[in-house]
């Protein structure tokens, strides 16, 4: 799908490299699979410019200056919490303290990147997906269950803003195909990981 957009319908490469490269990340990242950092890190910078100039300035600055300062955090966490047999990282969940205090910060952080986005495309979208990615992201390098229902309210939000730009007129489908896709990726890798867990 993410190659006919690339060919047929003239899509960004850009987008089409993002795309690829983040469905590829949570796929394996989804496995518990260190390699996943690789494809993280390259999809991210090349959504980060492509958010960039589609003004949605939430998505640049969480990519650029959070998600790849994260990953190499998230390279040398997992590395020290793999299974030797199976070479995937051990999975883990919140307790309820733990669950208590992310979600007070989380709504914090919710109402102080909305305000920041003021002059965003989609200013509340992008600070409330900003501010759960962040916390996201935290949880994915921390090996939490957790991550996935976050990533599901971020891919869902997402999804939206890009489809949004498709139908201003931008060529950003594959962009877009990729937030749809992390949709049903969210979904069943916390159902994966519920059933190890």
Known sequence: ???????????????????????????IAGKGKLSCYLFGLTGSGFYAYLSFVNCVYGNFALYLFYYIPMQLFGIINWKKHLKTATNEIYKTDLKNKQYLILSSILLCMVFVTGLFYLKDSHPIFDGITTALSIVGMYLTVKRCIEQWFIWGIVNLLTAVIWIKLIIAGEKVYSTAIMWIIYIFLSVYFYREWKKEL
Do not use: E, H, W
């Open 1 to 27: 799908m993410i190659f006919y957009n690339a060919f047929v319908l003239k899509d960004s490469p850009i987008a089409v490299i993002s795309a690829f490269c983040g469905i590829t990340y949570t796929i």
